[in-house]
């Protein structure tokens, strides 16, 4: 029997049987729509937590000083205490790093604290409220929308300014325009003399609650003790140049803090390599498993198609029987049943893949959650997708096609 | 009836038998007991003979049939078709065989259920590899012999059960194979069509066909020229009738 012809008859089949033609179609489609989907979610989130989080929260080329590292997977209890107990950061920290880098670099101070922001009778609760230095902006890449940044002038002589985060803005003054209104925050009246872009979220923790004002303005102390700093931004213009920043700042520290050769720094240099590695130990689980979730599903829903499929092979039995009775060799079978579960499979996988595809886009656009397709996936989707169809069709009519025909005319 | 060749083991048949089988038996394991269907059945049947198998059920004239029909394989023994020893062929062969030298009619009619009277009788014709244009032909012609020219379209839940017997036997002649085989051909049928489709078979074996059919009713037997009869597996008698 020519090729043609079993791809014909598998036609014409597929056709005849168009529930358990369409239930086979379903489950591969299923299978590679919801493989494509979680794994598009669990790549999306990966990448963003690699590529856009970790420069959201430190910039691109940039270290922060800080008394103890700022995301901290898994610290026994022991080495928290032990950093509990190290020295803050003081402004002369800042002041000898400064002075002391040769690396051209841009710097920021940055205090950070939860307070309530208000105007009039309204309040914004729970914002963060950030008392730092004129480059902070840069360094955190923050556009201004509307307004302006304050100067080195203003972050000098403390002047009682705020740049206001797009939600806090919203929450505050509606419609109306903020510039020049006056905020208030711990008692203390702030003029608002711009508005950061819109920063968006991320995985549905939003970016635009916070008020940024002077370092040395009056809400330093809601921040911090005098003189302390949470942490120290450093920003140089080449990865190369960080580094050689990172290491004079270590040394200028160890020489502050009187530290001999043998002790450990008792102070922190963070870069965005803490946070991905951190964000490394999560997306193992994340890329391992949610695709592993997926799989065992797949593999569940692929002995559903199995079952559907042995059902309709053994049901298909006495055909097959017939097929041989009027001089069907086995491989003529095993050809036309090859079609058939080919085609299903392929159509089901096919709008498996647009189905995973566009699910991911819709994930993406209407969930906090960042999705992105993984080739990768697509490839194992199809290759389970259809391999399962395939194997579902093709393995029960071959053990059909074994007996004698007289043997499968009989079966009921 | 002619005289009927002495076969020993190693002999090879006379040309003009078309169906030898020498010692045929056929053993079915049971799990706790063997069934033995045929305990050495030696037939011989010449072109252009009409035989009837008959005999009381149990007594392995389906088995018979189908073994001749190539649909089973015997347990020892020969079966030559046609100067050829058939028990000996592998699988693809025997499909040859099935597909060219024998037209099956079942009892139960074994029709596709969703493919029209054509597309029945065309499958033997696929299987043969035959071009789509002379397959439409061939088998448009043998629905026009067995009186369907006018149903071809029709699937078989919208015939009646003699249409459906004679579509199956114009599956079973399209290929214009050496031997007929009907296992109680009329079984389904009522006794009207029965005397319709026993019609056709004795054209058809006018025509040159041989024919060899199973059956347990008399009157039907009553169309054949010999009548083999099988009890407890082996032949019991085997005469010809007066046509």
């Known amino acids: ?41 669990a790549n999306g989130v990966n990448r963003y937590m690699t590529e856009k989080f970790a420069q959201t929260l430190y910039g691109v080329n940039t270290f922060q000083l800080r ?48 307070v309530t922001v208000s105007y009039a009778n309204k309040e914004a609760r729970d914002i963060d409220l950030t008392a730092a230095s004129e480059r902070y902006f840069d ?31 919203k929450r505050l003054f509606s419609e109306r325009a903020p510039l020049g209104k006056s905020v208030r925050i711990g008692g203390v009246p ?41 942490a120290f931004l450093v920003k140089a213009h080449s990865d190369l140049e960080m580094r050689e920043a990172i290491s004079q700042a270590e040394g200028i520290m160890r020489s502050r803090r009187h530290l001999r050769p043998k002790q450990d720094n008792n102070f922190a240099l963070d870069t965005s390599e803490g946070v991905q590695r951190f964000w490394a130990g999560i997306s193992t689980i994340l890329v391992t498993v949610i695709p592993g979730i997926v799989i065992i599903s797949l593999v569940i829903g692929g002995i559903v198609i199995m079952n559907i499929m042995l059902m309709a092979v053994a049901e298909r039995t006495r055909e097959i029987g017939l097929r041989k009775s009027l001089g069907a060799r086995r491989s003529d079978v095993l050809r036309q049943f090859l079609a058939e579960s080919t085609t299903i ?5 096919a709008f498996g893949i647009l189905a995973g595809i566009g699910l991911t886009f819709v994930i993406n656009a209407i969930s906090p959650l960042p999705a992105s397709v993984s080739p990768a996936s697509v490839v194992l989707g199809v290759v389970m997708g259809a391999g399962v169809g395939i194997v579902a069709g093709v393995y029960p009519a071959s053990r059909a096609a074994k007996l004698d025909p007289i043997t499968a005319l009989r079966q009921e | 009836m002619s005289a009927v060749q ?18 045929l038996t056929r053993e079915y394991d049971m799990g706790s007991e063997l069934v033995r269907a045929l305990r050495g059945v030696s037939v011989q049947i010449q072109k252009n003979e009409y035989v009837a198998v008959m005999g009381p059920s149990g007594s392995g004239k389906s088995t018979l049939m189908n073994l001749i029909g190539c649909l089973d394989t015997p347990t020892s023994g020969e079966y030559w078709l046609n100067s050829q020893k058939v028990s000996d062929l592998a699988d693809d062969e025997l499909a040859r065989i099935r597909n060219k030298e024998i037209g099956f009619v079942f009892q139960t009619f074994n029709l596709l259920p969703r493919a029209d009277a054509l597309h029945n009788v065309e499958l033997p014709l696929i ?13 448009a012609h043998a629905l026009e012999r067995v009186g369907l020219g006018n149903r071809m379209d029709h699937k078989p839940n919208e015939l009646s059960g003699g249409q459906r017997q004679r579509v199956a036997i114009a599956r079973a002649l399209v290929n214009e194979p050496s031997i007929l085989l009907a296992d109680e051909p009329t079984g389904n049928l009522d006794s009207t069509t029965s005397q319709e489709i026993m019609g056709v078979f004795a054209e058809l074996h006018h025509q040159g066909q041989t024919v060899v059919m199973v059956t347990h009713e008399q009157d039907i037997a009553a169309h054949a020229e010999r009548v083999i009869t099988l009890r407890d597996g082996i032949v019991a008698t085997d005469q010809a009738r007066a046509a």
């Open chain 2, 127 to 139: 299987y043969a590899g035959m071009s789509a244009r002379s397959r439409r032909e061939r088998a």
């Open chain 1, 67 to 114: 008394r103890q590292p700022m995301f901290t997977p898994n610290v026994p209890d022991s080495v928290w205490r032990a950093w509990r107990r190290r020295p803050r950061i003081r402004f002369s920290d800042a002041e000898a790093i400064s002075q002391g880098l040769t690396v051209p670099v841009i710097t920021a101070w940055q205090s950070s604290d939860r």
């Open chain 1, 1 to 41: 029997m020519p090729f043609f012809e079993a791809i014909r008859m598998a036609l014409q089949t597929i056709r005849a049987q168009k529930l358990k033609s369409g239930f086979s179609l379903l489950g591969v489609f299923v299978g590679v729509a919801s493989l494509i989907a979680a794994w598009g979610i």
């Open chain 2, 6 to 23: 002495l076969f020993r083991t190693g002999d090879t048949p006379r040309p003009d038998v078309i169906i030898l089988t020498h010692k």
């Open chain 1, 345 to 349: 499979a392929t159509v089901g996988a």
């Open chain 1, 190 to 230: 702030y003029r608002v003399i711009g508005v950061v872009e819109h920063q968006g979220s991320i995985l549905g923790f939003p970016l635009d609650r916070f008020v940024v004002v002077p370092a040395l303005s009056p809400a330093q102390n809601l921040v911090n003790p005098p003189g302390i700093l949470d």
């Open chain 1, 139 to 169: 360094i955190k890449n923050l556009g201004i929308a509307i307004g302006r940044p304050f100067t080195g002038e203003e972050n000098r002589s403390g002047a009682p300014v705020a740049v206001l985060g797009e939600a806090v803005a």
